[in-house]
T-cell receptor, first 112, second 109 residues
Framework: GAGVSQSPRYKVTKRGQDVALRCDPISGHVSLYWYRQALGQGPEFLTY????????KSGLPNDRFSAERPEGSISTLTIQRTEQRDSAMYRCASSLDTDTQYFGPGTRLTVL | GQSLEQPSEVTAVEGAIVQINCTYQTSGFYGLSWYQQHDGGAPTFLSY????GLEETGRFSSFLSRSDSYGYLLLQELQMKDSASYFC??????????FGSGTQLTVLP
């Protein structure tokens, strides 16, 4: 009964570098969501997958952000040419296509 | 777009009852969720209301009035471990969540 896992837990990068954040959802969960959470704020929706299909990417801030879930399980959120304003906690959540989302521990991204 | 309002801070004593209110404005409403988040932890699901009325789960209850665009989370018999941030969130058509800014609950001994 493992929960949602994310890696790395902490990522420090220099401005202009690309980063890839990984999410391993609960086994069997068909829905996967990516959120970004600033300190003292609620999570902000980025994108959503149903199986391998990206159903909604309306929350991605700009075209430097992309996500994939090629086999309907593990997902990767990629940020190209990182900027300091990208620094935040990035969380993924998975669901059995119900209204309960299970959140992972997050990846704390710091862009120097 | 969607927006939610909830108080930023609430303080109560152990054993008391506290109510955290949430009002929302949304172009399409499917339901209201509540999540708890302890410092340094991940949000965890508490409750979901799609229809008007009260949902009870142990010490926690959640209420929704769709006509008033309003809901609340009621926490009874407060314990020290209930000190955390509480977020209301509106559900979108694909079950994506739009969260409020959160209410920091402090439970005093």
């Amino acid at each position: 009964g493992a929960g949602v896992s994310q890696s790395p837990r902490y990522k420090v990068t220099k401005r202009g570098q690309d980063v890839a954040l990984r999410c391993d959802p609960i086994s069997g969960h068909v829905s996967l969501y990516w959120y970004r959470q600033a300190l003292g704020q609620g999570p902000e929706f980025l994108t959503y997958f149903n199986y391998e299909a990206q159903q909604d990417k309306s929350g991605l801030p700009n075209d430097r952000f992309s996500a994939e879930r090629p086999e309907g399980s593990i997902s990767t959120l990629t940020i190209q040419r990182t900027e300091q304003r990208d620094s935040a906690m990035y969380r993924c959540a998975s669901s059995l296509d119900t209204d309960t989302q299970y959140f992972g521990p997050g990846t704390r991204l710091t862009v120097l | 777009g969607q927006s939610l309002e909830q108080p930023s801070e609430v303080t109560a004593v152990e054993g008391a009852i506290v109510q955290i209110n949430c009002t929302y404005q949304t172009s399409g409403f499917y339901g209201l969720s509540w999540y708890q988040q302890h410092d340094g932890g991940a949000p965890t699901f508490l409750s979901y209301n799609a229809l008007d009325g009260l949902e009870e789960t142990g010490r926690f209850s959640s209420f929704l009035s769709r006509s008033d665009s309003y809901g609340y989370l009621l926490l009874q018999e407060l314990q020290m471990k209930d000190s955390a941030s509480y977020f209301c969130a509106v559900r979108g058509s694909a079950r994506q969540l739009t969260f409020g800014s959160g209410t920091q609950l402090t439970v005093l001994p």
